[in-house]
């Protein structure tokens, strides 16, 4: 983890002159952990508990309601396998939003559209089985 905050510390003054695509070190570090890094964690956790081929939503929620208090909604289900994924690829897409990163904003979208298409593909096929 050290390791990882170094370019933004050298950044700040030995590489203070550096330019990587428009950015300095820091600069394209925050770009990549905020703008890319996020919303695609927040993808892949949100597909992994919902879909057989990670956790499940059953085994999810099974460890969502243990203990007391407010239980976790069944119907919700359908929220997270169908609206967030898309909230979250919007989300995406509007951190990649400048004139100079739209292509490489349509690349990677489209990339994560196909992940989430695949995802939705292969848990119909394992409902069929």
Known sequence: MPVAVLPYIFSMNIW?????FGFNPGGLEDFLVNNLFLPAGGLL????????A?????AFKAEMNTGAGTKFPGWIRYYLIFVLPVLIIIVFLQGLSGV????????????????????IIAMIKGKNK
């Open 45 to 52: 956790f949100t597909l992994f508990c919902c879909f057989k």
């Open 54 to 58: 990670g956790w499940g939503f059953d």
């Open 16 to 20: 203070s002159e550096v330019s990587i």
């Open 100 to 119: 100079a990163r739209w292509i490489f904003g349509i690349i990677s979208g489209a990339a994560v559209l196909l992940l989430y298409i695949q995802t």
